[in-house]
């Protein structure tokens, strides 16, 4: 079991606008890097949605348990926090 991730995210407010996202991102329309620059409201976005390492505890439950299932280099779903709506990549885990 991982104790660390490395992921990158897009956060939007809306359910509609994450399932869009997520959707060019399943057909490959855009990369995952261009989509959290242009779409996500978190200030990771500039940074293409990357959060650098974290490890348990450190996120909102909601989204640690979705970065926590992930395989490297696997998608979430649509992931709801008190926040919004997540896309979660997973980068590494350690």
């Known amino acids: 079991m991982a104790s660390q991730v490395h992921a990158s995210h897009i956060l939007v407010k809306t359910q509609d ?19 959290a ?12 949605g990357d959060l650098g390492w974290f490890t348990r505890g450190k ?8 970065a926590f299932a992930l395989n490297k280099g696997e998608l979430s779903g649509l992931v709801r926090t008190e926040f919004g709506w997540h896309i979660i990549k997973c980068l590494e885990m350690k």
Do not use: H, W, Y
């Not at 994450?18 to 890097?33: M, P, R, V």
């Open 17 to 35: 606008e994450a399932q869009n996202i997520l959707n060019d991102l399943k057909a490959d329309k855009t990369s995952f890097a261009k989509a």
């Open 37 to 48: 620059e242009s779409r996500s409201i978190c200030p990771s976005g500039r940074r293409g």
């Open 59 to 66: 996120m909102v439950r909601e989204f640690e348990n979705a």
